[in-house]
Every structure is written in C-alpha cells, then in structure tokens.
C-alpha cells in the first residue's frame, strides 16, 4: 500500500498531494519548451495536445515559442492570450515579433511575452521570473543570434549582464536562442554551459539530433523544430518558396496548411542547483 492510500488520500486531493511529494521527494521539476508555433496548424496541434503533454510528463513550466503564432508572421494580443489560456506560462518570440503592430503595446504590459533580450532599444523584456507550477522561481531568457539575423547587440554579453543581475537563488534558469547558425547556437551553448539549466534553439524550423547535457549541467539542442505545417518549405507554402528560387522574383508568403507536427523539448531540472538531469525531444504527428 502507497503512503497516499494509508493517509487515506484519493483523487484531486491526491494527485495534489503527489505532485507535491513528486516535488519534495526527489527535487525535480519538469520544463516543457514546444518549438516555433506556426500559423493556425501549429496553433490547433497545441491546443489539441498541451494540456495532455503537461499532464503525462508533469511539466512544471512551460514554455513557447511564439514569433510566428498569426499566419507564419508575428504574434498577436488575441494570438499571445489564447496560448496562455492553453497553459503556456511564458511565450518567447524571435526577429518576427515586430511583425503585427498591436503586439508594441501589448508587450509593455504582459511581461510573460518576451522579445530577444539583445534588441538595443525595443517595447518589452527579454527575461521573465516567474513561478512554475510547483512553486519554484524560474527564469526564461529569449536572445538573438547575429548572423543573418537584424542587427542586435551582442547576444553573449548581454547573457552575461542579464545573469549577473539576476537573483542567485533563481537556479532554474531556461534560454531561447533564435538564430540562423548552427554554429552560433552551439558556441552558446558552450559559452552558458552550467550558468543556465537548458538552451534551445529556435528559428530555422527543423529539429537538430544533437539533444544533450553539456558537461556543467546546461541541456543543449540547437533547434528545437517548427509546430506547424510540414508540408512546406519551413512553413511556407512549397509552391510559393519554390517559385522563389526558381526566379528571384519577389513572392507574396502564406502559411501552409498541411502536416501539422508538433516539435518539443522536455527537460527534467534538479530544483536545488539548476543544473539539467535529462533532456529529451517529444515530438507529434509525421512519421
Ligand atoms: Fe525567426
């Protein structure tokens, strides 16, 4: 007979109970991050699956990147409110966040959407503190890669001043990384390695199998992969990117519709030191 049984402890009460025995027992706690949610396929594949995802996998905080949430381009007030209202507690976004006008605004007031934190003059925070759902205090950084990227300050310094200044007892500590380079990714990962629990990558739309914990204790995976429609060219209509570069002409872009996958990364963090236990891809849909 469990411990919970003799106590006499059933259902809600219980799985409560458990969660936060889960949580004291063994120091762990779980972070979810699901990859660039692209137009209304990516946004219909996570309200179909998160709330199942974070209940099988007990994630504590989770965590979305949400620069191209309104038809492959931007985030939208609406847009941002709907994936909260899912369970995401932080959104991070990338280069295309400045797509939609209404999100300038919307950033200064809803500190849980984040911008890249390098951005040298721009509406909103690139960091949130905020608490997950087993009390711990996290911190979810968004920066931006330079290399064929807009021109940002230094993505690796400004690291290093945003975790100078944060709290020391904010171990568990979880970085977005947009850019381009597998390169730039992988160098931050190094450079971050047992200063933040986990860096994923995001912005190229594929999934990298380079899933691991670096030596100080940081999960790495250099791109986390577009939740959206795979039956594209990174999103976009295969017709319309093919025309692209069959003439260099300019073309109108619109979001695909079809083969909606769901990419993700699931981290298991020891609360006490912030350092990553296990890390892992889950991912819905394709093959
Ligand atoms: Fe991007």
Same mark, same amino acid.
């Given at each position: 007979?469990? =411990? /919970? &049984?003799?106590l006499g402890i059933r259902g809600n009460a219980r799985h409560l109970f458990d969660h936060s025995m889960r949580v004291k027992l063994n120091g762990k706690m779980n972070? #979810?991050?699901?990859?660039?949610?692209?137009?209304?396929?990516?946004? &219909? !594949?996570?309200? *179909?699956?998160?709330?199942?995802?974070?209940?099988?996998?007990?994630?504590? #905080?989770? !965590?979305?990147?949400?620069?191209?949430?309104?038809?492959?381009?931007?985030?939208?007030?609406?847009?941002? +409110?709907?994936?909260?209202? =899912?369970?995401?507690?932080?959104? %991070?976004?990338?280069?295309?966040?400045? *797509?939609?006008?209404? !999100?300038? +605004?919307?950033? +200064?007031?809803?500190?849980? #959407?984040?911008?890249?934190?390098?951005?040298?003059?721009?509406?909103? $925070?690139?960091?949130?503190?905020?608490?997950?759902?087993?009390?711990?205090?996290? $911190?979810?950084?968004?920066?931006?890669? &330079?290399?064929?990227?807009?021109? %940002?300050?230094?993505?690796?310094?400004?690291? *290093?001043?945003?975790?100078?200044? #944060?709290?020391?007892?904010?171990?568990?500590?979880?970085?977005?990384?947009?850019?381009?380079? %597998?390169?730039?990714?992988?160098?931050?990962?190094w450079y971050l390695d047992g200063r933040v629990s986990a860096l994923v990558g995001t912005h190229t739309h594929i999934a990298t199998a380079d899933t691991r914990i670096?030596?100080?204790?940081?999960?790495?995976?250099? *791109?986390?992969?577009?939740?959206?429609?795979?039956?594209?060219?990174?999103?976009? +209509?295969?017709?319309?990117?093919?025309?692209?570069?069959?003439?260099? /002409?300019?073309?109108?872009?619109? $979001?695909? %519709?079809?083969? $909606?996958? /769901?990419?993700?990364?699931?981290?298991e963090v020891d609360e006490s030191t912030g350092k990553a236990r296990t890390v892992r891809r889950h991912a819905i849909g394709g093959d």
């Open positions: 007979m469990t =411990l /919970l &049984r003799r972070i #979810l991050f699901v990859g660039d949610i692209f137009a209304s396929p990516g946004r &219909r !594949i996570v309200a *179909d699956h998160l709330a199942d995802i974070m209940q099988t996998n007990a994630i504590d #905080l989770a !965590i979305g990147n949400a620069e191209n949430a309104a038809g492959g381009f931007g985030v939208t007030p609406a847009i941002a +409110e709907g994936l909260f209202a =899912l369970g995401f507690d932080v959104l %991070t976004t990338g280069n295309h966040v400045w *797509d939609k006008r209404e !999100i300038y +605004e919307y950033l +200064e007031r809803q500190p849980r #959407l984040l911008r890249p934190a390098n951005y040298p003059q721009a509406p909103g $925070a690139g960091l949130a503190v905020v608490p997950a759902r087993n009390g711990v205090e996290c $911190a979810v950084l968004n920066l931006q890669g &330079r290399t064929y990227m807009p021109a %940002t300050d230094c993505p690796f310094r400004k690291a *290093d001043s945003i975790l100078a200044g #944060l709290d020391p007892g904010v171990r568990v500590r979880f970085v977005d990384f947009h850019a381009e380079v %597998t390169s730039e990714k992988i160098a931050m990962g670096l030596p100080g204790g940081t999960a790495y995976q250099t *791109d986390c992969g577009m939740t959206g429609p795979y039956d594209s060219v990174i999103g976009v +209509e295969t017709g319309v990117i093919l025309q692209r570069f069959l003439t260099s /002409l300019p073309v109108r872009m619109e $979001a695909a %519709t079809k083969g $909606a996958e /769901l990419h993700a990364v699931i981290v």
